[in-house]
């Protein structure tokens, strides 16, 4: 089984966004998907109960920060989103049972700063140290004309950590969630393009 979980100290980084649409792209796969929300907003729980009932299903994963308990058996793939400020204690019991950890990142000097600290608590953590969890970062609203300028690739060097893409800015996110749908549930034709995008971080979490 995969679990994949989704953290970012900075509230607003696109968490829910990559939480839904990771376990959205696993459902089309016929794979048994779990939705966990540590959140109290319940962003992707909300989004989950929006799912239109002919689309590929994604299960429930109840799970409390108070009892971090692993996925229940029989499920392929559990994608579990996060509040921010997640860290500390709470970080340290769920990375014992995630094999991979994505950090959505928008390229604001902001957004960099708010990582610092977090970047440096993740590496020190034994299942990182161990290279029993598996980090990676993905760049989100970041626009082609903007790229040239995108602080992200060198400021995750210094962290050792891959920048595995980067996610355009459109309002075709917005307009899906808001229906329990990503981009995913739409056809090829109208998403191409931000398909390519996320083919990278897909490859990736199925490398290992
Ligand atoms: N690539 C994108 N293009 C356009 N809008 C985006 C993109 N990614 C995320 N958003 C929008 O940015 C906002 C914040 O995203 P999201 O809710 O996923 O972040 P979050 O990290 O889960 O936030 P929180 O910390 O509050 O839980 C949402 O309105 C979402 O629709
Ligand atoms: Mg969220």
Redesign the pocket.
């Known amino acids: 089984m995969r679990k994949i979980l989704i953290v970012?100290p900075k509230?607003?980084?696109?968490?829910?966004?990559?939480s839904t649409h990771l376990a959205s792209w696993f459902a089309w796969q016929e794979a048994k998907v779990m939705l966990g929300d540590l959140?109290k907003?319940h962003?992707s729980h909300h989004w989950l109960d929006l799912r239109p009932a002919h689309l590929p299903q994604i299960a429930r994963w109840e799970i409390g920060d108070d009892h971090i308990a692993r996925p229940p058996k029989g499920s392929q793939v559990a994608v579990l989103d996060t509040?921010?400020g997640f860290s500390g204690n709470k970080l340290k019991k769920v990375l014992k049972i995630v094999d991979h950890v994505i950090v959505?990142i928008q390229p604001s000097a902001f957004d960099l700063w708010a990582c610092a600290d977090f970047f440096e608590e993740l590496a020190e953590t034994k299942a990182v140290r161990q290279e029993d969890v598996q980090v990676g970062a993905v760049g989100?609203?970041v626009n082609a004309r903007t790229q040239a300028a995108n602080p992200l690739p060198e400021f995750l060097r210094k962290y050792d950590i891959p920048l595995l893409t980067c996610?355009?800015?459109?309002?075709l996110?917005?307009q899906t969630?808001q229906r329990g749908m990503s981009i995913f549930d739409l056809p090829h034709s109208k998403t191409q393009r931000d398909r390519a995008e996320w083919q990278a971080l897909i490859d990736w979490v199925l490398k290992r």
């Open positions: 970012n509230g607003g980084s696109g968490k829910s966004t990559l959140d907003q962003s509040p921010a959505p989100m609203r996610v355009r800015d459109t309002q996110y917005n969630i």
